[in-house]
C-alpha cells in the first residue's frame, strides 16, 4: 500500500527557515523521481523541486523561485525526501505537498506527472 506523509510545517518569521519531510511507503524510492510542491489560496499547485532516482542520478531540478532559498534531498535508506528551507517570505505561505511520480525515474517540474499526493504541510510565515 502507497503513502505519503509529509511533516515539519508550521509558523516562521519572514526570513526564517523550517525543514519538511516526506515519509514514503509502500515505494521502491530508488527509481522514483520525488517532488515538492505548493498551492496557495486561490492558486495553481506550483512544483518547487524534484530529486531524480538515484538510478539516475539524483538530477535535481529547481523552480527559480526557489533557487538558493531551497534545497531537497533524499534518503533512500529512510525512504525520506525532505526539503530545507531558508530566507523564508510571505510570499512562501502555503499547503506544502511532497509527491512520487511512479511513471518517471528522471523528474520534471511538472506537477501532472506526479501521483500519490499526501495531505500537504502548512507553512506560514508572518511577523
Known amino acids: 500500500q502507497f503513502e505519503v506523509v509529509e511533516s515539519g510545517g508550521g509558523l516562521v518569521q519572514p526570513g526564517g527557515s523550517l525543514r519538511l519531510s516526506c515519509a514514503l511507503s509502500?515505494?521502491?524510492?530508488?527509481?522514483?523521481?520525488i517532488g515538492w510542491f505548493r498551492q496557495a489560496p486561490g492558486k495553481e499547485r506550483e512544483a518547487l523541486s524534484c530529486?531524480?532516482?538515484?538510478?539516475?542520478?539524483?538530477?535535481?531540478k529547481e523552480a527559480d523561485t526557489v533557487k538558493g532559498r531551497f534545497t531537497i534531498s533524499r534518503d533512500d535508506t529512510k525512504n525520506t525526501v525532505d526539503l530545507e528551507m531558508n530566507m523564508l517570505q510571505p510570499d512562501d505561505t502555503a499547503i506544502y505537498y511532497c509527491?512520487?511520480?511512479?511513471?518517471?525515474?528522471?523528474?520534471?517540474?511538472?506537477?501532472?506527472?506526479?501521483?500519490?499526493w499526501g495531505q500537504g504541510v502548512q507553512v506560514t510565515v508572518s511577523s
Open positions: 509502500g515505494f521502491t524510492l530508488d527509481i522514483y523521481a
Open positions: 509527491a512520487p511520480s511512479v511513471a518517471q525515474g528522471v523528474c520534471e517540474l511538472r506537477p501532472f506527472l506526479y501521483d500519490y
Open positions: 530529486i531524480s532516482g538515484s538510478v539516475y542520478g539524483s538530477v535535481i
